[in-house]
């Protein structure tokens, strides 16, 4: 069965980034000049995922007004030569796909808002994307995600090798090879394992292409680490020889990614980003490479400020 619909979790409350996400979903931090939901729900179309469905929270509402119409602004923008083409930025966020909602009313983990995606989704295979996790659109991994479910059946989950003293960052797979030098079999999955008890470096990052058979499971999986119901922990229990959900796959990514929910990762998703753009990136080049020169000679600045 064709993969269809995307699932974008954006319940979550963001505490590493506060205070700017005490009032503003961190998803619609701009990266560049735009929100970095924008770039998630841009690549789901690219896969050919034009049904979006986010699964909302409250104080996030601004997130579905950014792919909503605002009739006030285009009004303003329409007639003028010189603005058409923000007229057309503008209007590219609401063009892109059907975008529906639900809301998660508690954030009781991850596993439980995409248990929330069930009457939406249905009995078809369909993708989760974590809505701070920005892969670089020069590199392909949901497209590719999608193929191997498409081959494969049963569930797919992107996996990133991580420093081994990351790892406890991240749920974990163990895995064993398969013909495709990019695809693993997973076997288990333990999240957050401390270095020494983790079974890889591989690490679980924010793309899953899942069988239907997860709703199922995540009905019947208790609170796990932190006390949050876990989709790693109803992933792991599909990867059972007697699981009717099928195999369980990974994708190792070897591309860019950015998890904009981390202060740094972030910054580095802006410079990175703003370096490669056609139109800023000449003059912010130009700016960082005086910087680096000038600016970091040393390991700390000799008057940091304080966050
Ligand atoms: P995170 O744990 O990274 O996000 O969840 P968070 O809770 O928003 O951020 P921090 O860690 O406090 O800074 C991963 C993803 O799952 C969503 C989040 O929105 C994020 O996209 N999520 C998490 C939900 O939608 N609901 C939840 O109950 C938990």
Redesign the pocket.
């Known amino acids: 069965m064709a993969v269809t619909k995307a699932v974008?979790?954006?319940?979550?409350?963001?505490?590493?980034?506060?205070p700017a996400?005490k009032a503003i979903p961190?998803?619609l931090l701009p990266v560049v000049d735009k929100p970095a939901i924008q770039y998630v729900v841009e690549e789901a179309v690219r896969s050919g995922l034009d049904d979006i469905l986010f699964?909302?929270?409250r104080g996030k509402s601004a997130i579905e007004d950014h792919f909503d119409r605002n009739l006030e602004l285009e009004d303003r923008l329409t007639g003028d030569e010189k603005k058409k083409d923000l007229l057309d930025r503008v209007r590219a966020s609401d063009r892109l796909a059907a975008v529906h909602s639900v809301r998660?009313g508690?954030?009781?983990?991850?596993g439980?808002?995409v248990l929330c995606a069930e009457r939406h989704v249905g009995a078809e295979p369909f993708a989760v994307l974590?809505?701070?996790?920005l892969i670089d659109e020069r590199d392909v991994l949901l497209t590719r995600m999608v193929e191997v479910q498409q081959r494969l059946g049963g569930c797919v989950v992107a996996l990133l090798e991580v420093p081994h003293e990351q790892i406890g960052l991240y749920g974990c797979a163990a895995v064993s090879p398969t013909d495709a030098g990019d695809v693993v079999r997973i076997t288990g999955l333990v999240e957050k394992p401390p270095p020494e008890e983790a079974p890889s470096n591989l690490a679980i990052i924010?793309r899953y292409v899942l069988a239907p058979e997860i709703f199922g499971v995540l009905r019947r999986t208790p609170p796990g680490r932190g006390g949050?119901?876990q989709l790693t922990d109803a992933i792991e229990a599909l990867t059972g020889l007697d699981s009717d959900g099928g195999p369980v796959h990974g994708v190792v990514f070897r591309g860019r990614r950015y998890?904009t929910?981390?202060k740094a990762d972030y910054l580095k998703a802006v410079v990175q980003l703003s370096c490669d753009r056609g139109d800023l990136g000449p003059e912010f080049r130009a700016w960082l490479r005086d910087f680096v020169a000038t600016q970091l000679d040393g390991d700390t600045p000799s008057d940091p400020i304080r966050p």
Do not use: N, S, Y
Request: net charge negative; hydrophobic share 35%; charged share 25%.
């Open positions: 974008i979790p954006v319940a979550g409350l963001g505490t590493r980034f506060l996400t961190k998803e699964i909302t929270g998660q508690e954030a009781l983990g991850l439980h808002a974590l809505g701070d996790d924010g949050e119901i998890d929910g981390d």
